[in-house]
Nanobody, 124 residues
Framework: QEQMVESGGGLVQPGGSLRLSCAASGGTFDDYSMGWYRRTPGEERAFVAAISWNGDSTYYKDSVKGRFTISRDNDKNTMYLQMNNLKTEDTGIYFC?????????????????WGQGTQVTVSS
C-alpha cells in the first residue's frame, strides 16, 4: 500500500513561488501515476496536475499552465509541484494522489491513495 506525505506548503505573496513535494513509501513508486489536487472552500477536490509513471506525460489545469510544473524522481520516490507566479486563487490544501496504472485517471475518485495535504496560502 502506497503512503504519501506532502510538504512544502506555506504562506507566500502573490507572484511568489513554492515547491511542493510528495514523498511515497510502501509500494513500488514507478508502478503509479500521480496527481496533485487542491481543496478550496468551493471545491472538495479540484484537479491541478498529473503525471504518468515515468514522467513522460504531464497534464495541467488550464489556469496553472505556464506557471506550475509537475515532475517526479522515481529514484527518490518523490513527486514535485513547482508553483511560480502564484495567485490568490491558488490558495488551498494541496493533496497528492497515486493510481496503480501507467497513466493518471481523469477523475479524483479513481485514485487509489492520498496524502494528508499541505496548506498553500497566497496573500499579501
Amino acid at each position: 500500500q502506497e503512503q504519501m506525505v506532502e510538504s512544502g506548503g506555506g504562506l507566500v505573496q502573490p507572484g511568489g513561488s513554492l515547491r511542493l513535494s510528495c514523498a511515497a513509501s510502501g509500494g513500488t513508486f514507478d508502478d503509479y501515476s500521480m496527481g496533485w489536487y487542491r481543496r478550496t472552500p468551493g471545491e472538495e477536490r479540484a484537479f491541478v496536475a498529473a503525471i504518468s509513471w515515468n514522467g513522460d506525460s504531464t497534464y495541467y489545469k488550464d489556469s496553472v499552465k505556464g506557471r506550475f510544473t509537475i515532475s517526479r524522481d522515481n529514484d527518490k520516490n518523490t513527486m514535485y509541484l513547482q508553483m511560480n507566479n502564484l495567485k490568490t486563487e491558488d490558495t488551498g490544501i494541496y493533496f497528492c494522489a497515486a493510481k496503480e496504472r501507467l497513466q493518471p485517471p481523469n477523475l479524483w475518485y479513481e485514485y487509489d491513495f492520498w496524502g494528508q495535504g499541505t496548506q498553500v496560502t497566497v496573500s499579501s
